[in-house]
Protein backbone atom coordinates (compact mmCIF):
# COMPACT_ATOMS: atom_id res chain seq x y z
CA UNK A 1 0.00 0.00 0.00
CA UNK A 2 1.16 3.65 -1.01
CA UNK A 3 1.08 5.62 2.24
CA UNK A 4 0.05 9.42 0.19
CA UNK A 5 1.85 11.17 3.24
CA UNK A 6 5.21 9.00 3.34
CA UNK A 7 5.26 9.81 0.10
CA UNK A 8 5.15 13.43 0.23
CA UNK A 9 7.55 12.86 2.95
CA UNK A 10 10.14 10.96 0.76
CA UNK A 11 9.79 13.89 -2.31
CA UNK A 12 10.57 16.14 0.64
CA UNK A 13 13.88 13.96 1.46
CA UNK A 14 15.07 12.91 -2.73
CA UNK A 15 14.66 15.75 -4.25
CA UNK A 16 16.68 18.37 -2.36
CA UNK A 17 19.49 15.21 -2.28
CA UNK A 18 19.45 14.42 -6.21
CA UNK A 19 19.16 17.94 -6.84
CA UNK A 20 22.41 19.28 -4.89
CA UNK A 21 24.43 16.21 -6.10
CA UNK A 22 23.96 16.63 -9.56
CA UNK A 23 24.79 20.47 -9.62
CA UNK A 24 27.57 19.52 -7.84
CA UNK A 25 28.56 16.97 -10.03
CA UNK A 26 27.52 18.49 -13.18
CA UNK A 27 31.10 18.28 -14.67
CA UNK A 28 30.64 14.76 -14.01
CA UNK A 29 27.32 14.86 -16.29
CA UNK A 30 28.49 17.27 -19.08
CA UNK A 31 29.33 14.27 -21.97
CA UNK A 32 25.49 13.22 -21.69
CA UNK A 33 23.97 16.40 -21.19
CA UNK A 34 23.64 19.22 -23.46
CA UNK A 35 24.47 22.76 -22.06
CA UNK A 36 21.09 24.11 -23.80
CA UNK A 37 18.49 21.74 -22.96
CA UNK A 38 16.78 23.27 -19.96
CA UNK A 39 15.63 20.74 -17.01
CA UNK A 40 11.85 19.46 -17.87
CA UNK A 41 10.50 19.70 -13.99
CA UNK A 42 7.59 17.68 -14.47
CA UNK A 43 9.60 14.43 -15.78
CA UNK A 44 12.20 15.08 -13.38
CA UNK A 45 9.10 15.06 -10.37
CA UNK A 46 7.51 12.20 -11.88
CA UNK A 47 10.94 10.09 -11.71
CA UNK A 48 11.37 10.86 -8.01
CA UNK A 49 7.79 10.19 -7.51
CA UNK A 50 7.58 6.51 -9.01
CA UNK A 51 11.13 6.30 -6.77
CA UNK A 52 9.07 6.94 -3.52
CA UNK A 53 6.60 4.36 -5.00
CA UNK A 54 9.17 2.07 -5.25
CA UNK A 55 10.56 1.91 -2.44
CA UNK A 56 7.06 1.90 -0.52
CA UNK A 57 5.76 -1.06 -2.54
CA UNK A 58 9.25 -2.90 -2.75
CA UNK A 59 10.84 -1.86 0.30
CA UNK A 60 9.06 -1.18 2.74
CA UNK A 61 5.89 -3.14 2.47
CA UNK A 62 7.80 -6.85 3.55
CA UNK A 63 6.97 -8.01 6.58
CA UNK A 64 9.38 -8.87 9.23
CA UNK A 65 11.64 -6.28 7.43
CA UNK A 66 14.69 -4.43 9.71
CA UNK A 67 16.96 -1.33 8.96
CA UNK A 68 19.88 -3.92 7.64
CA UNK A 69 17.37 -5.38 5.46
CA UNK A 70 15.71 -1.77 3.95
CA UNK A 71 19.15 -0.41 3.61
CA UNK A 72 20.48 -3.81 1.44
CA UNK A 73 17.09 -3.84 -0.75
CA UNK A 74 17.29 -0.26 -1.07
CA UNK A 75 20.63 -0.96 -2.67
CA UNK A 76 19.45 -3.51 -4.99
CA UNK A 77 16.39 -1.43 -5.75
CA UNK A 78 18.61 1.21 -6.43
CA UNK A 79 20.74 -0.73 -8.97
CA UNK A 80 18.38 -2.07 -10.47
CA UNK A 81 16.11 1.06 -11.71
CA UNK A 82 19.50 3.42 -12.36
CA UNK A 83 21.47 -0.02 -13.82
CA UNK A 84 18.21 -0.42 -16.11
CA UNK A 85 18.31 3.18 -16.65
CA UNK A 86 22.01 3.80 -17.71
CA UNK A 87 22.53 0.30 -19.36
CA UNK A 88 19.45 0.92 -21.54
CA UNK A 89 21.03 4.99 -22.24
CA UNK A 90 23.97 3.32 -23.52
CA UNK A 91 22.29 0.96 -25.72
CA UNK A 92 21.20 3.72 -27.47
CA UNK A 93 23.78 6.46 -26.68
CA UNK A 94 27.06 4.18 -27.05
CA UNK A 95 29.63 7.30 -27.95
CA UNK A 96 28.07 9.59 -25.06
CA UNK A 97 27.08 6.76 -22.56
CA UNK A 98 30.82 5.48 -21.46
CA UNK A 99 31.29 2.88 -18.50
CA UNK A 100 32.18 5.55 -16.22
CA UNK A 101 29.41 7.40 -16.57
CA UNK A 102 27.06 3.69 -16.14
CA UNK A 103 29.32 3.45 -13.31
CA UNK A 104 29.11 6.55 -11.50
CA UNK A 105 25.25 7.26 -12.17
CA UNK A 106 24.37 3.79 -10.38
CA UNK A 107 26.57 3.80 -7.77
CA UNK A 108 24.90 6.75 -6.91
CA UNK A 109 21.47 5.79 -7.44
CA UNK A 110 22.23 2.13 -4.95
CA UNK A 111 23.24 4.90 -2.75
CA UNK A 112 20.51 7.72 -2.68
CA UNK A 113 18.09 4.99 -3.22
CA UNK A 114 19.48 2.48 0.00
CA UNK A 115 19.42 5.88 2.28
CA UNK A 116 16.27 7.34 1.41
CA UNK A 117 15.09 3.89 2.16
CA UNK A 118 16.34 3.71 5.37
CA UNK A 119 14.82 7.36 6.54
CA UNK A 120 11.55 6.48 5.19
CA UNK A 121 11.86 3.31 7.40
CA UNK A 122 12.72 5.17 10.91
CA UNK A 123 10.01 8.10 9.98
CA UNK A 124 7.15 5.40 8.96
CA UNK A 125 8.54 3.22 12.30
CA UNK A 126 8.16 5.85 14.70
CA UNK A 127 4.86 7.35 13.68
CA UNK A 128 2.46 4.49 12.92
CA UNK A 129 0.18 6.73 10.56
CA UNK A 130 2.85 6.70 8.33
CA UNK A 131 3.56 2.92 8.06
CA UNK A 132 3.21 1.24 4.69
Known amino acids: MINFL??????????PID???????????TPIIDPNEQINWIYAITTWLLIIISIQL????QSNIDSSKVFINGIFLGLAMYGVY????????PS???????????????????VVSLILYQISKSHYYLSV
Request: zero cysteines; charged letters at 5%; proline letters at 0%.
Open 6 to 15: LTLIGLGIII
Open 19 to 29: TTYLTLNKNFY
Open 58 to 61: LVLS
Open 86 to 93: NLTSASIY
Open 96 to 114: KWTNHIIIGDTVWGMGITS
